[in-house]
């Protein structure tokens, strides 16, 4: 049986998570407390020097990067959630490294405008400068993609895995400067579909609101 080392509201872990809820696939969910240092030693370090999350494990292999899972999912079992035609494929590769690339520090901008508020936790390498230009950054992504959305309802047409890296984060940056519902209207309505799926709940979605 598959194996997913997660942490709830990791946004990360739930790109697999959700990917899996989408597929229905049998795993078992261990959860590792990031906040206790629980990635630290034992289990998890072992299998990722990173010592981060998620890491799927299927038989010998090990996956510690999260597009990478959702990519894998896809290949191994993604039925009619990730296509098989060349082309196709290359272009749900393309989102999610467009995600992995362009969004990567978005956690940023959460960190600075939802959990410092909430909490008095300031986030790592989060000078107000820095979190700016992160922002400048996201920003010009987040464009991209409305309009990519203008005459879709998903990132392929159809919702696909490759929706599982994009849906997230961008459900991560909602409430934050990001959130521009009025400049980004495409984009609102696709992150509120993401948000509205079954699978969404199955997978823990709002977890990553509630640290």
């Known amino acids: ?49 990173h010592r981060k999350v998620p890491v799927l494990v299927d038989g010998a292999l090990v996956l510690r990067e999260s597009d990478a899972i959702v990519a894998y999912l896809g290949d191994a079992y993604g039925g009619a959630l990730w296509p098989r035609d060349p082309k196709a494929r290359a272009e749900a590769l393309q989102w999610l490294f467009f995600e992995a690339s362009n969004l990567a520090y978005a956690g940023r901008v959460w960190w600075a405008d939802i959990l ?10 989060a000078g107000p400068e820095l979190v700016a230009q992160v922002a400048a950054d996201v920003s010009r992504a987040l464009k991209v993609v409305d309009q990519h959305l203008h005459a879709r309802d998903y990132l392929l047409g159809d919702f696909s895995l490759a929706d599982c890296g994009l849906g997230v984060m961008l459900n991560l940056l909602q ?34 609101q509630m640290v």
């Open 175 to 208: 409430g934050t400067r990001l959130d521009r519902p009025e400049e980004l209207p495409s984009l609102t309505a696709y992150r509120d579909r993401i948000r509205a799926r079954p699978s969404w709940a199955a997978a823990g979605g709002n977890a990553i």
């Open 1 to 49: 049986m598959l194996k997913l080392y997660t942490f709830a509201p990791s946004p990360n872990a739930l790109k697999a998570r959700f990917a899996l809820a989408e597929l229905k696939l049998p795993h078992q969910a261990i959860q590792v407390d990031l906040l206790r240092g629980e990635h630290l030693e034992g289990e998890l370090a072992s299998l990722n020097p």
């Open 116 to 125: 410092t508020p909430r909490t008095g936790r300031t986030g790592p390498n």
